[in-house]
């Protein structure tokens, strides 16, 4: 069995400037990212029984480091999909119906969901989710992840300081923001369907 990768990013390192630096995701994907992926191989150098496993798999049946380890190279992963260069904007099409539907507007949904990860206490995500037909905005403090409660996740918000310091400090707002310059809608759409 093969060891767990780092997934590879689809732009460059400078690709989303100026919202976020090259600096940032040079510590954010290299550093951390990456930081996740060596110490989970070297928790499946003690327990083999982990390789061959999917990240998903390991989200949902296990607890502890083994779980934070998985959690993040995952939520990280995804974060990684809903960014890209040139993006943002809003939605269109089933996703921005389904906004309006669940939201009243996008700037309803857009404004709920800057309201959650501004005020997210510590480190997490924010996340829309689907689930059981509705849209939904929820928080996860840490690893956690929608998975392990039966929510699909469609988009996604790095909280942790990690994810905005070096470009913004301590102005988390600022950095949500930025966020939205880069949205990757066609990555979320996707999700959806």
């Not at 779980?67 to 995952?74: D, S, Y």
């Not at 999909?81 to 904007?89: D, E, T």
């Not at 857009?110 to 689907?130: D, I, K, M, P, R």
Request: proline share 4%; charged share 20%; aromatic share 14%.
């Amino acid at each position: 069995m093969s060891a767990f990768e780092l997934p590879a990013l689809s732009y460059e390192l400078n690709a989303l400037e100026p919202h976020l630096s090259r600096e940032t995701l040079d510590f954010h994907y290299n550093k951390h990212h990456q930081g996740y992926v060596n110490k989970l191989n070297a928790a499946a150098e003690k327990d083999p029984s982990l390789l061959g496993q999917s990240f998903e798999s390991l989200i949902k049946s296990k607890k502890g480091g083994v779980f934070n380890l998985a959690a993040q190279i995952w939520n990280h992963s995804f974060y990684w999909q809903c960014l890209a260069p040139n993006a943002g904007g809003e939605p269109g099409g089933v996703l921005a119906e389904a906004l309006v539907k669940n939201f009243g507007s996008f700037t309803a949904f857009q404004a709920e969901f800057n309201q959650v990860a501004a005020a997210h206490f510590g480190s997490g995500w924010t996340w829309l989710v689907e689930e059981a037909g509705t849209l939904k905005i929820v928080e996860t403090h840490d690893a956690d992840n929608p998975l392990r409660v039966g929510q699909k996740p469609l988009l996604t918000c790095d909280v942790w300081e990690h994810a905005y310091y070096i470009d913004y400090r301590n102005q988390r707002p600022k950095y949500i923001e930025a966020f939205w310059q880069l949205v990757n809608w066609d990555f979320v759409a996707v999700q959806l369907s």
